[in-house]
């Protein structure tokens, strides 16, 4: 394999590293096979696995995730792609309603392993229906794992470790992040769903990122490092398992919090993280919680605009200096 891979191709690494694994596991989505991919992240699989394991299916989320979740119940293991996020509204009835509940409603009898992937976020200049970042929408429903890697790497690990899971998995990839550039992991790569990587050390704020988050976090710490205010950055990796731990272990040294998050700040996944952080580690704080979210507006087309709703390095640093001189 090359010396680096991109996002983008690490997401059909991934995938093909299980199909090769597993012969249960197929995939199914709009344009995934002939075309490979409106984003290119199903690219080789049709080739090698051909029309029996990689299916281009209607413009039907609902027929996508329903036919998923009938394969999943009778013994396959698939990889169901929703080309967008936002389009998992298409899809809710069976999202959470149906697929994260049927294992809990039969006693275990049934189990329903899939994933479904989706393209995620904004900072393209989407518009308002094709930008959002939605694993909020997710974190409401129990019985879904959530997973959103920021790194090829991870990308591969955590796609390997989603596949394998016995429970519905919904497997955010970042729409921003697809032509980023990391190392390719080793063969038998698998990252545990639920454990949260610190991607820098730092002594003075605790800073918790997911996704697209990640690298915006670290281009923060390195302009704060210049400040003498040193940053640890850490990637949650999934909000389902959440790896409160690790944030608890970080606010031990650093004793400030910040969340950034590409959610609106209503209803984001960092309310979350900052109300266990109050609830089991109020006493490690020595200054309040602090949360660098978007707007609760739709996204604006306008890069100038969209800037403004979503988070950036700026406002990150501007929310870290407040925080340093609590």
């Not at 690494?13 to 012969?23: C, K, P, S, V, Y």
């Not at 069976?94 to 989706?118: D, F, H």
């Not at 790194?151 to 899971?165: E, K």
């Not at 990122?209 to 670290?218: E, F, G, Q, R, W």
Request: proline residues 6%; glycine residues 8%.
């Amino acid at each position: 394999m090359a010396d680096v891979i991109t996002y983008r191709e690490a997401v059909a690494e991934g995938i093909a590293r299980e199909m090769r694994r597993d012969t249960s596991v197929v995939c199914l989505g709009e344009d995934i096979a002939a075309a490979e991919g409106v984003f290119k992240t199903t690219v080789g699989l049709r080739a090698e696995f051909g029309p029996e394991r990689v299916w281009d299916t209607p413009i039907s989320e609902q027929a996508i995730v329903g036919a998923a979740m009938g394969a999943a119940m009778t013994g396959m293991r698939p990889v169901a792609e929703i080309m967008f996020s936002d389009f998992l509204a298409c899809c809710w009835d069976y999202l959470a309603n149906e697929i994260p509940k049927v294992r809990y409603m039969t006693g275990g009898q049934v189990t329903v392993p899939l994933v479904v992937r989706t393209a995620n976020g904004g900072g393209l200049g989407f518009g308002a229906q094709h930008s959002q970042a939605t694993e909020n929408w997710a974190l409401t429903v129990p019985g879904l794992k959530i997973a959103a890697p920021a790194t090829p790497a991870d990308v591969i690990g955590m796609m390997a470790a989603a596949i394998r899971s016995d429970d519905p998995v919904v497997f955010f990839e970042h729409k921003a992040l697809l032509a980023t550039k990391g190392a390719p992991p080793p063969p038998d790569h698998v990252v545990e769903l639920g454990r949260a990587a610190v991607v820098r050390e730092g002594a003075d704020v605790t800073l918790v990122a997911l996704a697209s988050t990640v690298p915006l976090a670290l281009k923060a710490a390195d302009v704060l490092a210049e400040e003498g205010i040193e940053a640890e950055v850490i990637d949650l990796r999934c909000l389902v398992p959440l790896d409160a731990a690790t944030v608890l272990d970080s606010l031990r040294r650093t004793s400030r919090l910040l969340t950034v998050e590409e959610n609106p700040y209503q209803g984001g996944w960092g309310a979350t993280v900052v109300s266990i952080v109050a609830d089991e580690g109020f006493g490690l704080l020595d200054a309040p919680v602090r949360r660098v979210a978007a707007e609760c507006v739709p996204l604006p087309f306008a890069d100038a605009l969209e800037e403004q709703v979503i988070p950036t390095v700026d406002k990150v640093v501007t929310a870290v200096r407040q925080l340093a001189a609590y």
